[in-house]
């Protein structure tokens, strides 16, 4: 198992991944588009980006994983001026419970102190009870709580 950085080669298979996430949060969230093909991310800027690290996973040769952590600016009232995102975490189901995640959130952490970022931040659907587990193992805590109110309804 090897984790290195994605490259412009990698593409259609990040662009499936992506899919991949979104079908799985689609349930999980009445406010996204259901019936069209939508994109949260700029994977291929993503990768050509300084303040972004884009990871996948090798096993045997095949892409098993993914993710990335980006570097954000903050609001001029919080104590640090920048900080670090993790998002994009994709693994395929039949590498599912083999410490991927981990290893990929690891390596973003390693990347993230050679930038001197102190903290690290991402979101999850609290629907996503998996993740959130997954996310604890190595060491986020729940932060804020997102609400919100439909008023068609």
Do not use: C
């Amino acid at each position: 198992m090897i984790i290195r950085q994605a490259t412009i080669e990698d593409l259609s298979i990040l662009l499936n991944f992506e899919q991949k996430i979104i079908e799985a949060e689609r349930p999980m969230d009445q406010t996204l588009i259901q019936d069209k093909k939508i994109s949260y991310y700029n994977i291929e800027e993503y990768i050509l980006s300084k303040h972004t690290e884009v990871v996948v996973v090798e096993v045997e040769g095949e892409i098993a994983g993914s993710g990335y952590g980006q570097i954000r600016d903050r609001l001029a009232y919080f104590a640090q001026k920048q900080l670090g995102y993790i998002g994009f975490m994709y693994v395929k189901d039949q590498y599912r419970g083999k410490g991927i995640s981990q290893k990929i959130i690891r390596h973003l952490y390693d990347w993230f102190k050679t930038k001197n970022i102190e903290e690290i931040r991402l979101t999850v659907y609290e629907k996503n009870p998996t993740a959130i587990r997954a996310y604890e193992k190595v060491g986020f805590e729940k932060h804020l709580i997102e609400m919100r109110v439909n008023l068609k309804d």
